[in-house]
T-cell receptor, first 113, second 112 residues
Framework: ETGVTQSPTHLIKTRGQQVTLRCSSQSGHNTVSWYQQALGQGPQFIFQYYREEENGRGNFPPRFSGLQFPNYSSELNVNALELDDSALYLC????????????FGPGTRLLVL | RKEVEQDPGPFNVPEGATVAFNCTYSNSASQSFFWYRQDCRKEPKLLMSVYSSGNEDGRFTAQLNRASQYISLLIRDSKLSDSATYLCVVPFSSGSARQLTFGSGTQLTVLP
């Protein structure tokens, strides 16, 4: 177990709705990244949070937004859900002390109908 | 050209076989590389890190060719439990963030 937890595990929404996914990072890790993994593809980087600020973003529209809290836990919010948003959403944490390795949580599987 | 490209497979091999996966990357400045393993409907888990020419861990060997921008993963004496998708991963900097760029993965099934 990596110590990274995510909730909920599964979620079903309809087009146009909004969703919030949650992540608790591994103890001692202050950097959290979010990834989207569509079926049959590798994970795609959405954004990264460090010290409660977004410090990097992949090729995702503004309706994907996030937060990081003082305890380093994080949220991913997606507005105006589209069918193509159906995917596994993975949270990964690491520390900022030169360590490259990121540890993934079990993911939230989102289905948009 | 994709930033990280892998042969998608699938690879179906008998137990005990040796199998090799290839991966090419586009960013010549990349210094570190990873292989992650992902079981069906689970999260990716780190299998090996590669920082120099290669790395070996038991039955698993990763090799790096910087000139060709090519990474490989060799699995010897395959076990049924090796069945999974293997993801080639290259970190790079995006602003001040350190993001992982994943290949699409290579699916391996080890048959009894």
């Amino acid at each position: 177990e990596t110590g990274v937890t995510q909730s909920p595990t599964h979620l079903i929404k309809t087009r146009g709705q909004q969703v919030t996914l949650r992540c608790s990072s591994q103890s001692g890790h202050n950097t959290v990244s979010w990834y989207q993994q569509a079926l049959g593809q590798g994970p795609q980087f959405i954004f990264q949070y460090y010290r409660e600020e977004e410090n990097g973003r992949g090729n995702f529209p503004p309706r994907f937004s996030g937060l990081q809290f003082p305890n380093y836990s994080s949220e991913l919010n997606v507005n105006a859900l589209e069918l193509d948003d159906s995917a596994l959403y993975l949270c990964a944490s690491r520390n900022d002390r030169g360590q490259e390795t990121q540890y993934f949580g079990p993911g939230t599987r989102l289905l948009v109908l | 050209r994709k930033e990280v490209e892998q042969d998608p497979g699938p690879f179906n091999v008998p137990e005990g076989a040796t199998v090799a996966f290839n991966c090419t990357y586009s960013n010549s400045a990349s210094q570190s590389f990873f292989w992650y393993r992902q079981d069906c409907r689970k999260e990716p888990k780190l299998l090996m890190s590669v920082y120099s020419s290669g790395n070996e861990d038991g039955r698993f060997t990763a090799q790096l060719n910087r000139a060709s921008q090519y990474i490989s993963l060799l699995i010897r004496d395959s076990k049924l439990s090796d069945s999974a998708t293997y993801l080639c991963v290259v970190p790079f900097s995006s602003g001040s963030a350190r993001q992982l760029t994943f290949g699409s993965g290579t699916q391996l099934t080890v048959l009894p």
